[in-house]
C-alpha cells in the first residue's frame, strides 16, 4: 500500500466516525447547539452522486458555535423510527466550528433503515481549538446553473510543509435555512501550496458554506 493509499483509508475512517466510545468530557457551553429545526434523516450514498457507493441512513444537522472561540464539536445520536425507537447508534463524528458561524455534520449508520424518521442529538464535547487550521478554504466564488446546479469553486490552501490529503464539504441551503445537500471530496494539497477545487449542489440552494473536514499528513 503506498503512503497516499494509507492516508486516504485513515481519512475515509475518520470521515464515518466512530461507535460510542469513552464518557462524556466537560459538557460543551451553551452557546455552541444544535438547531434542531435543521435535522434531516436521508438514506443512500453518503455526500456523494455515486449509486455504486456504500448506502446507510444518515442524518445531516447544523450545529452554531455561539461563542468567541473556535471549537472541536464532536456529535453523537441515535437513529429512531417514528414512535422514537431506538434503530442504530450513531457515529460520533467532529468537526471545527469558528467562532460565531454554523456547521454542517453528518452522522452515519451502520445500515439502512428505512423506517427511520428522527433522530436524538447531542453535543458530546466542544473544546477550543487547539492551533489555527493548516488547511484553509479561501477564494469561494458561487455560480447558478442550469446544467450543474449550485456550483462552489474554491481554492484549498495547505500551510504544512507535509502532503494533506483533505476531506473538503460544501453546505447547501435555501433561503428557509434547510439543509438541501452537502457533498465532499477528498483531496490532495501539495507542501506548501494550494489547489483549486469544485463541489456542485441542488439548483435550489441558496447559502453555500465551504469549509475542511478531516486532514492526514
Known amino acids: 500500500m503506498t503512503r497516499r493509499a494509507f492516508l486516504v483509508a485513515a481519512l475515509l475512517l475518520t470521515a464515518v466516525g466512530c461507535k460510542r466510545g469513552a464518557p462524556h468530557e466537560d459538557p460543551p ?9 435543521t435535522i434531516v434523516v436521508k438514506a443512500g450514498a453518503i455526500g456523494v452522486n ?3 457507493h456504500p448506502r446507510a441512513s444518515y442524518v445531516l444537522f447544523d450545529v452554531e458555535n455561539g461563542s468567541s472561540e473556535d471549537r472541536v464539536v464532536a ?8 414512535a422514537g425507537a431506538t434503530l442504530e447508534p ?4 467532529d468537526l471545527v466550528v469558528p467562532a460565531g458561524t454554523r456547521r454542517t455534520f453528518a452522522l452515519v449508520a451502520d445500515a439502512v433503515h428505512e423506517n427511520a424518521k428522527q433522530a436524538h442529538l447531542t453535543i458530546r464535547r466542544a473544546p477550543i481549538a487547539a492551533q ?6 479561501q477564494d469561494v466564488k458561487v ?7 449550485t456550483v462552489a469553486e474554491f481554492r484549498a490552501v495547505n500551510s504544512a510543509p507535509q502532503l494533506a490529503v483533505t476531506t473538503v464539504i460544501a453546505s ?9 445537500a452537502r457533498p465532499y471530496s477528498i483531496i490532495d494539497v501539495n507542501p506548501k501550496d494550494s489547489r483549486p477545487f469544485r463541489l456542485a449542489g441542488p439548483k435550489a440552494a ?11 499528513f
Open 29 to 37: 457551553p451553551a452557546s455552541v447547539k444544535i438547531l434542531e429545526d
Open 90 to 93: 450513531l457515529r460520533v463524528k
Open 75 to 82: 456529535c453523537e445520536g441515535t437513529l429512531e423510527d417514528a
Open 50 to 52: 455515486d449509486p455504486t
Open 143 to 149: 455560480t447558478h446553473d442550469d446544467e450543474q446546479g
Open 206 to 216: 441558496t447559502k453555500v458554506d465551504v469549509y475542511v473536514g478531516d486532514v492526514v
Open 172 to 180: 447547501f441551503h435555501d433561503d428557509a435555512g434547510h439543509i438541501l
Open 132 to 137: 489555527p487550521p493548516v488547511v484553509t478554504i
